[in-house]
C-alpha cells in the first residue's frame, strides 16, 4: 500500500494538479493521490511506455544515482518497485563494497555495508516510478502540453488551477481547476514569472556557477572478472578538474560518464572521449573500456550553475501552490543528489497534508501552502550545503561564499584522505553522502581527532573491517 500503510483516508480536496510528470512530479502525484479524489499531471513532452530518455530531461542519458535514503522513501511509496527493477535486470550494488572509489589521491576504503541498492538508467527507473504512478486509478496523465498560467482567485491570494495550451496541431488551450497545484516542471519553471503577473514580488535566486561539462556513453560490460561493480574516479582541488563514473545498468550495460569542472569539458568524438578518459588522475576507467564494446553514440551536456529559489522567503505567497523539485532548487548533478531531494520533499508534502488534515479537524486550519514551501525549504538545505561546498573547493567557482568555507574546506580535503584508510571515516562519509546522517557526523570526536591530529581512535564496540 506505501506512505505508510495510508492510515488516512479523509481527503483534503476533490483534485490536485501537478505540472511536469519528472521524477519530481511523480512523486508529488503519488503523494497527492492519498489526499485528493483526483490526481492530474500536465507534462510537456509525449510520454512513452517504453524505456526512453525524455527530451524534456537531457541529462537522464548520463549516469544517475539513487541514494540510499531516496530508494527507502521510494520503497515507502511504491512497495513493489524493488521487485519491478530486479526484473528488468537492475543489479544490486554494495555501495561501500562494490564501489572502487578514488578521491583527493586514494582509493576508498572498501568492506560490507548496509548501504546497498539497485543500480539502473534513469530512464528505466522513471518508467517503473511511472507505471506505478499509472497504476493508481485516481492519477490521470495529459501530456504533450504546455502550462501557460495559473489561474487564481479574484484577489489573486488562492491559486485555483492552471491554464495549459496543447501542443498538437489546433494548439487549442484550456483551464483546469484545482484545489492544489505542485509545480514540478524543472529549472526551467515559469512559476517565478507566473507569481509576478499575479501581483507578488520577485522570488530571490542563489546560483553557485560551476560550469559542468559531461559526455556519456552505454558499453557492454566485459567478461573478464574486476574485484568492482562501480568505478569512480574524481578530481583533486583545485588543481584538477576531470572525473568519470562506470556505473553498471540493466541488461549487463556500463554506463560510463566523463566529467569536467569549469569549462574543462570532456568532447563527444570518439578520440577525444578515450583521451580524455586517459587523463584521468589514475588509469583505471580508461582500461575498463578500452576494449568494451560501444553500445550507444557519445551523448554529451552542460550544467551551468546550483540554483536556488527562495520561495520561503517570500513575504506572501499564495494558497493553493506548491513548488518543488528542480523548480525550487537544482544542484550540480555530478552528486547524485536531484532524486532523493525530490524523494524527500515529496515525503515533506505528505507530512504536510497530513498536518493540515489534522488541524482542519481540530477547527484550525493552517496556510498549507507556505508551511509546506518552508518545510521544503528545510529539506534542501543539507544537500544545498554538501553540494555548493564542495564545488567550493575550486577558487573559479563564482557565488557567494559562506563565512568559514575556507576552513571547512581545509577540513574535508583532510578528512577525504583519511576515508582511504580509516574505516570509520569511510562509513560515516557514506552516511552523510547518502543522506542517512547530517553532515555534522564528520566532525564526531574520534574522526575529528584523527582528521586534527592524525591519531586513530577505535570506538568502543566498533566491528568495522576493512578490506
Known sequence: MGIRQQQQTRKVGQHGVVIGASMAGLLAARVLS??????TIIERDRISRDTEARKGVPQARHVHVLLKKGASLLAEFFPDLSSTLVLNGAPYVDSIDDVRWYHYGVWKARFPSEIRGYSQSRPLLEKCVRDCVSARANIHFIDTCDVTGLLASSDHTRVIGVQFLYRSADHHEEELL??????????GSKAPQWLMSLGYDRVRETTVKVDIGYASRIYRRPDKALDWKALVIYPTPPGGKRGGYVVPIENNCWIVTLVGWLRDHPPNNEQGFLNYAKSLPVPDL?????????LTPIVTHKFPANQRRHFEQMSRFPEGLVILGDAACSFNPIYGQGMTTAALEASTLHDCLCLLKRKAGEGNPIHLTHHCQQAIAKVVNIPWLLATSEDFHYPETIGKRPKGMHLLNWYIGKFHTLVGSYPLATLRFYEVLHLLKPPITLFEPDIFFAVIFKRRFTPRGHTIDKR
Request: overall charge negative; cysteine-free; aromatic content about 8%.
Open 34 to 39: 492519498a489526499h485528493f479524489e483526483q490526481v
Open 286 to 294: 580508461y582500461e575498463a573500456i578500452l576494449d568494451a564494446k560501444q
Open 178 to 187: 484545482a484545489d492544489l497545484v505542485v509545480d514540478a516542471s524543472g529549472r
